[in-house]
């Protein structure tokens, strides 16, 4: 996962698209960034609408692009802040968002978003590294996916940044044989085809 945000995306990076339960998926990182943003006392606070269908995703691409909007979430909140995560179905397919109390973003700040290499003017509360590109590695990523990510913000009243995936329809990928750990782990591996 690392190495999809860490750097441009390769164009040879293969994906491999499964059933995934975007719920389960987003419970674990939430799980995961309430312990880690003990030190600027954030708390993330999460709670699904009922019935969410499966995506049509790759899990390891999808996980990566959580990561960077939660860990931007953190990494640009004030101590003692919350971080809303929200994760529904609309009529394209299943939305996640990830909003912060955080400063919020300008006009201008607006316009560069998803650009490589763009530096924006919030800075780091608790000054954790950033590179400028995890946003822009983050749509292409969902562009591979067949999704979309935006964002939503204004000066001094947070920031939103959601994405849409495709919604798992057995008629047009087929029918996915449902693992036993599915409950656990949110993923139901299906032929790797889209």
Not at 70 to 93: L, M, Q
Request: hydrophobic share 35%; aromatic share 8%.
């Amino acid at each position: 996962m690392g190495r999809l945000m860490n750097a441009s995306t390769d164009k040879d990076v293969t994906t491999r698209f499964e059933t995934v339960a975007l719920p389960v998926m987003v419970k674990h990182f939430c799980t995961y960034y309430d312990r880690v943003p003990d030190r600027k006392q954030i708390r993330c606070l999460f709670e699904p609408a009922a019935e969410v269908p499966s995506v049509w995703t790759d899990r390891v691409a999808a996980a990566a692009v959580l990561d960077n909007l939660f860990s931007n979430a953190v990494k640009y909140s004030p101590p003692n802040t919350h971080i809303w995560v929200d994760v529904f179905a609309d009529r394209e397919g299943e939305v996640c968002s990830v909003r912060d109390e955080g400063p919020g973003l300008s006009e201008e700040d607006k316009g560069k978003l998803f650009q490589p290499g763009a530096r924006l003017s919030p800075k780091p509360t608790g000054g954790e590294p950033s590179s400028g590109y995890g946003l822009a590695v983050a749509k292409e990523l969902i562009d591979r996916l067949g999704g979309a990510i935006w964002c939503e913000s204004a000066l001094g009243q947070g920031t939103r940044f959601s994405f849409r995936l495709p919604r798992y329809q057995e008629a047009v990928h087929g029918a996915v044989e449902q693992s036993p750990s599915t409950p656990d782990n949110g993923v139901a591996h299906g032929d790797g085809k889209k």
